[in-house]
């Protein structure tokens, strides 16, 4: 499993398995994740999962410095005191002592006060590394410029239909890794059945699926794709190809230059997301 290395050092597998709206079985989906070897789970207060996602962790037999385990703060507990609470709150769900990766899910609220709780936490080597997820360029570069510690992550939505590359590019200059959440697209917009992707993964002998994937990988970006199929679950780990630079330009030339899943600087979902409580 290829890891990067995250700005303060800490290696981040470029794979790992994503829990999202995995509800339903989430405990044997992710013990089956783990027994076929991936090693980064994300997981967020916001998917009603961390426990089911702790006991896989915990009955796996694996070595804690092995894996590497994300959770994210919901935008209800943006600020410094609750994004505080929030944290214990997601490490006792998951049953750890520590996190790897703590990220801000949503760029709403008080979330410079949450960035400095972090920071603190992180100080008191209570989590390994810090980002934010669907923050914007220029939110990155404000969070980067006025606080102690750049993001040093980034997940956002980046898939054949949402490259990103200019966002990809002014991220990167403070050290930030991109990390695609929807590398699947999350199944929409026929991607497995693309012209494009089904041919390129035909010269291959690969899927639909691990063309887009490699993808990301070979451009840098790191991938978590979800599967409740443990079929798909093996296949999205069998990346052992690579895609010539015309295959690539191509992939990337699938641009549609919005997002069909979620666009943030819409009002309408600014106010859906701040809206949205998951606890009283
Ligand atoms: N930070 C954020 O705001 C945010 C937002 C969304 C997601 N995420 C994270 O990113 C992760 C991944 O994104 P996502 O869950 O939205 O969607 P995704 O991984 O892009 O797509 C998941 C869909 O792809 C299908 N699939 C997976 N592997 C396949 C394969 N090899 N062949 C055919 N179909 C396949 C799955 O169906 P099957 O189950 O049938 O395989 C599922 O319907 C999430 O789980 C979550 O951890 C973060």
Redesign the pocket.
């Known amino acids: 499993m290829d890891s990067i290395k995250l700005s303060n050092g800490v290696s981040m597998p470029m794979l790992g398995f994503?829990?999202?709206?995995i509800k339903q079985d989430c405990e044997q989906h992710v013990a089956d994740a783990l027994k076929l070897g991936y090693r980064l789970v994300?997981t967020a207060s916001a998917y009603f999962n961390e426990a089911a996602v702790g006991r896989a962790i915990s009955a796996s037999g694996i070595t804690r410095g092995e894996l590497f385990v994300t959770s994210?703060v919901w935008v209800q507990d943006a600020g410094y005191d609750n994004t505080l609470r929030a944290f214990e709150k997601t490490l006792r769900e998951l049953g750890l002592d520590y996190l790897d990766l703590y990220l801000i899910?949503q760029p709403y609220g008080d979330y410079y006060g949450s960035w400095r709780a972090m920071e603190r936490l992180m100080d008191d080597g209570l989590i390994r590394a810090i980002g934010v997820?669907?923050f914007s360029p220029e939110r990155v570069v404000d969070l980067a410029l006025n606080s102690d510690t750049p993001p040093m992550v980034d997940?956002i939505e980046l898939h054949p239909f949402l490259p990103q590359t200019d966002a990809i590019a002014e991220i990167r200059k403070y050290g930030c890794v991109p990390q695609a959440?929807?590398?699947?697209?999350?199944?929409q917009r026929d991607i497995?059945g693309n012209p494009t992707l089904t041919e390129i993964a035909a010269s291959h002998g690969k899927?639909a699926?691990q063309i887009a994937l490699k993808w990301n990988l070979q451009r840098g970006v790191a991938v978590?794709?979800?599967?409740?199929?443990h079929k798909?679950r093996a296949?999205?780990l069998c990346l052992d190809f690579t895609l010539t630079d015309e295959e690539m330009q191509r992939i990337t030339s699938l641009d549609i230059g919005h997002s069909e899943i979620i666009d943030h600087r819409c009002a309408h979902t600014a106010r859906q997301l701040i809206n949205w409580k998951i606890h009283d």
């Open positions: 994503g829990t999202f709206m994300d994210k899910h997820s669907n997940q959440w929807g590398p699947l697209c999350e199944g497995f899927t699926a978590i794709p979800r599967s409740t199929n798909h296949e999205n």
